[in-house]
């Protein structure tokens, strides 16, 4: 018996937000101080940290619940699963709701209770929840999944990552450019599917909060004069970066060990859209690891386009693949592919996985 992902669906926001589009800007610094650089070397510099070249938001009509509903929807028509089956609806976000123009969060009911709504899914026994695991949310979907999945408590269960971080940025902060809204999803099923069969391998899941605790984080506006009981996301991204490259790789290392791979048989990353020097970074030293160097074309990327979307970004990246359009990118039934992603706790996460 395995975990199989037997549908998957996105949502990609209409609204293009472009890294000129913040040429305009004035930073702050977290002294409230602006920054000494222009605003216009402030963004060509993130660009060539980043790889953000734009990035997407959704409509002023569209919640973080809606947005993944549709995702939901395109996945489980992609599966051709009858919704009524369904035993748990799992949804990962960072901040449930935010409405437009306000600045509370909404997350009662739960955004999988809108979702099943939505959706129009009757069956009582089909448990609608939340995670709030960071980033990692949508990737600890899928390990809490499987384990369900083997204690015997489920056999088939859709799970979301959806984000509208736009509303929650100060435009103030450099760090702002990074963040943005989507929606990705998947249905999975226990199947038997033979010794050499699709499914999960393996997985790895670490936090560390006595010191990290802090690295993502709400915080006042860097603009002088803000009203300081209005909180935005925030991140010491040095520590960010370094917390991230010492113990991703750990844990992807830790996750193939466990499934028993060899790390020549690796086909693919997909790793959480957040930086792309920093994603390169992680793959090079996961191989290190092992004493080989990493291959060309292991790891495919949206963050060009697509920009952070936090729990999102992984599994819109997986759909996307799947459904050949990432140039350059594709999956072959029997291809050995790894998930992993970081974000606020500290929480570190992966999944190994065959296709």
Known sequence: ?????????SYIPPFIQKNSDFARHTFYAENQQPLDTPPEVVVDKFKSITGIEERRYTTDDLNASDIGALAAKAAMDDSGADPETIDQVIVAHNFGN???????????PSLASHIKATLGIRNPNCVAYDILFGCPGWVQAMIQSDAYFKAGMAKK????????????????????????????????????????????????????????????????????????????????????YEYAMKYVPQAMK?????????????????????????????????????????????????????????????????????????????LHPGDIILFASVGAGMNVNAVCYRY
């Open 1 to 9: 018996m395995h975990t199989v992902i037997t549908g998957t669906g």
């Open 254 to 330: 830790l996750c193939m060990d466990k499934s028993g791979v060899d790390i020549k048989d690796l086909k693919k990353v997909f790793i959480h859209q957040a930086n792309e020097k920093m994603d390169e970074g992680i793959i090079h030293r996961l191989y290190k690891l092992y004493g080989v160097p990493a291959p060309e074309n292991i790891m495919p990327m949206s963050i060009h386009w697509l920009g952070n979307s936090s729990v999102a970004t992984v599994p819109t990246l997986y759909d996307l693949v799947r459904r050949k359009k990432v140039p350059g990118h594709d």
């Open 98 to 108: 935010v409405i437009k123009h306000t600045i509370q969060t909404d997350a009662v």
């Open 157 to 240: 269960s859709l799970i979301i990552g959806t984000e509208t971080l736009s509303r929650v940025i100060d435009m103030y902060d450099r760090d702002s450019m990074i963040f943005s809204d989507g929606a990705g999803a998947a249905v999975l099923e226990y199947r038997e599917t033979g010794e050499a069969g699709p499914g999960i391998l393996g997985s790895a899941v670490q936090t560390h909060s006595v010191d990290e605790v802090d690295y993502i984080n709400m915080g006042h506006s860097y603009y002088p004069g803000s009203d300081p009981r209005i909180r935005y996301i925030k991140m010491k991204g040095r520590k960010v």
